[in-house]
């Protein structure tokens, strides 16, 4: 009995010992994979630039090339825990914004120039200072200025019980902004919720019961109307599809407005 007890406990040393001998060799293995598809993955995106800024392909192959990046980028970090992943959130946060700045091929192709700048200039990650991020590039601020003040997306909505469309706006909750949509044209009015407008619908809200008639009509001539997650404006139906919209297309189209 004490034999037997004796051989597990040695093995299980032996065991442990292993795995603190080999831990620190596979995270380093683990790392450098990571960090080998990430530059691989960031050369993939650099070459895609060039091919389209040389019209070898299309903006709908760049998009498409731009989305599976993303999807690979998004798995890796997943997967992997040990690694800084400053510079993959960069590169997928580049490479979701320049799918979506391609996705409806805008004529002058501007986002093409700030991608190869910020490309070049060694973001995602900036070579000058390990700390700073891409949120701080020039090129990047110029890029999300073409587009939409909302950080986490937008969709358009159409409601399968009355064929009612209506685009909804997802914030994030850093853009002090909420925003309500044209029942004619669509278009979205973006609110301050911290400005004087604001202060003032609510107010008039809270005199009224409601905010029907408070917001100022559409140049269409149409009601601006506010609209509940998951429920269609018109009918109140549940039953809706949802595509992704592009925000870039919705700014050039100007379909858009600040209160
Ligand atoms: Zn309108
Ligand atoms: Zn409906």
């Given at each position: 009995m004490f034999s037997l007890w004796g051989i597990a406990g040695a093995l299980l040393l032996i065991a442990l010992l292993l795995v603190i001998q080999i831990n620190p060799q596979r995270r380093r293995k683990r790392a450098d994979r990571f960090r080998n598809v990430y530059v691989f993955n960031k050369e993939r995106l650099a070459a895609a630039v060039t091919s389209l800024q040389r019209k070898e392909i299309s903006t709908a192959q760049f998009s498409q090339t731009c989305a599976e990046l993303r999807a690979l980028v998004r798995k890796l970090s997943l997967e992997d825990k040990?690694?800084?992943?400053?510079?993959a959130y960069d590169l997928f946060n580049l490479a979701g914004e320049l799918e979506e700045a391609s996705s409806y091929d805008p004529q002058d192709l501007f986002f093409l120039s700030h991608a190869a700048a910020l490309l070049q200039s060694g973001a995602p990650r900036m070579q000058l200072d390990a700390n700073r991020k891409m949120a701080e590039a020039k090129?990047?601020?110029?890029?999300r200025r073409r587009r939409l003040p909302i950080e986490e997306g937008?969709?358009?909505?159409?409601c399968k019980a009355c064929g009612f469309e209506?685009?909804?706006?997802?914030?994030?909750?850093?853009?002090?902004?909420?925003?309500?949509?044209?029942g004619s044209c669509q278009k979205i009015l973006f609110i301050e919720i911290h400005?004087?407008?604001?202060?003032?619908i609510k107010a008039q809200e809270k005199g009224q019961g409601s905010l029907d008639g408070l917001l100022p009509p559409c140049d269409c001539g149409g009601a601006?109307?506010?609209s509940m997650p998951g429920t269609c404006p018109k009918c109140g139906g549940k039953d809706l599809e949802t595509k992704k919209a592009s925000r870039y297309e919705w700014f050039e189209k100007g379909r858009y407005k600040m209160l």
């Open positions: 040990q690694y800084d992943k400053q510079e090129d990047w601020v110029a890029l937008l969709s358009e909505v159409r209506h685009p909804e706006a997802h914030f994030n909750g850093f853009e002090d902004l909420t925003s309500a949509f044209c400005g004087e407008r604001w202060k003032q601006f109307l506010f």
